[in-house]
C-alpha cells in the first residue's frame, strides 16, 4: 500500500492505517482528496480500497484477502450516529464484498463485572 499525503481534509485522524498481519509491519495508506470527497463515511472508503487493492479473482480464504476496519470522518466528534464503524472484505458465502457496520457505543461505556 502508499505513503500518506497531506489532505485539506480532516477526519479518519488525518491518516489510515495498513497493518499486515504476516510481516508485522505498520503503515499509512494514502487517500486522495479526491477519494476523500467521492467516498465519505467508513462504508464507502473501504469498498474503494478493496476495488483498487484487492486482486482479481483472490481468493477469499487466502492470507492476501483484506480486511478493513474503518470508521467515518465524524467518529468521536459527538455528532449523531457518529460512533459507528464498518468491517469489510471479499466475502466466502458469496465472493463479492461483505460487511458488517457496528455501533461502537458499547466499546466507549464501562463494563460492570459482576
Known amino acids: 500500500m502508499k505513503n500518506e499525503t ?8 488525518g491518516k489510515v492505517l ?33 476495488w483498487d487493492e484487492l486482486p482479481k479473482g483472490i481468493d477469499p480464504l487466502s492470507p492476501e ?14 455528532a449523531p450516529s457518529s460512533s459507528r464503524y464498518d468491517i469489510s472484505a471479499k466475502s466466502p458465502l458469496t465472493g463479492a464484498m461483505g460487511e458488517k457496520r457496528e455501533n461502537a457505543l458499547l466499546l466507549a461505556r464501562p463494563v460492570k463485572m459482576v
Open 18 to 50: 495498513d497493518i499486515h498481519l504476516g510481516t508485522e509491519q505498520c503503515s499509512t495508506y494514502d487517500i486522495s482528496d479526491k477519494d476523500r470527497s467521492l467516498f465519505i463515511g467508513g462504508r464507502f472508503l473501504s469498498t474503494k480500497i478493496l
Open 65 to 78: 484477502n483484506l480486511i478493513i476496519i474503518m470508521t467515518s470522518p465524524l467518529t468521536g466528534t459527538g
Open 6 to 13: 497531506k489532505s485539506r481534509y480532516g477526519g479518519y485522524m
